[in-house]
Nanobody, 115 residues
Framework: QVQLVESGGGLVQAGGSLRLSCTAS????????MGWYRQAPGKQRELVAV???????NYADSVKGRFTVSRDNAKNTVYLQMSSLKPEDTAVYYC?????????WGQGTQVTVSS
């Protein structure tokens, strides 16, 4: 069982920045990937960014050059640094961790970008 605790969401003006954090705890052997998804009202959940063991990253085209995903293996924590935020980035952001035993989701944190 894996528990994920997210933090860092909030309200920010367009052009601003936020940093999200997600820490994994519980019983697991190996984390294969950590990442972030988001879901806006009326839309499907979509991948934002993911970092895989070894440090390889993958980003949605809509956030490339603005968002940076990083990982602290010692703390089992993944970060999402978001810059140049746009109103269309408004969504609930979910942390996801993939382990040998399964895939786990955080509770979600709201990010609202005002124009």
């Amino acid at each position: 069982q894996v528990q994920l605790v997210e933090s860092g969401g909030g309200l920010v003006q367009a052009g601003g920045s936020l940093r999200l954090s997600c820490t994994a705890s519980g019983t697991f052997f190996l984390i294969n990937a950590m990442g972030w998804y988001r879901q806006a009202p009326g839309k499907q959940r979509e991948l934002v960014a993911v970092i895989i063991g070894g440090g390889r990253t993958n980003y949605a085209d809509s956030v490339k050059g603005r968002f940076t995903v990083s990982r602290d293996n010692a703390k089992n924590t993944v970060y999402l640094q978001m810059s140049s935020l746009k109103p269309e980035d408004t969504a609930v952001y979910y942390c996801n961790v993939a382990t040998v035993g399964g895939s786990w989701w955080g509770q979600g944190t709201q990010v609202t970008v005002s124009s």
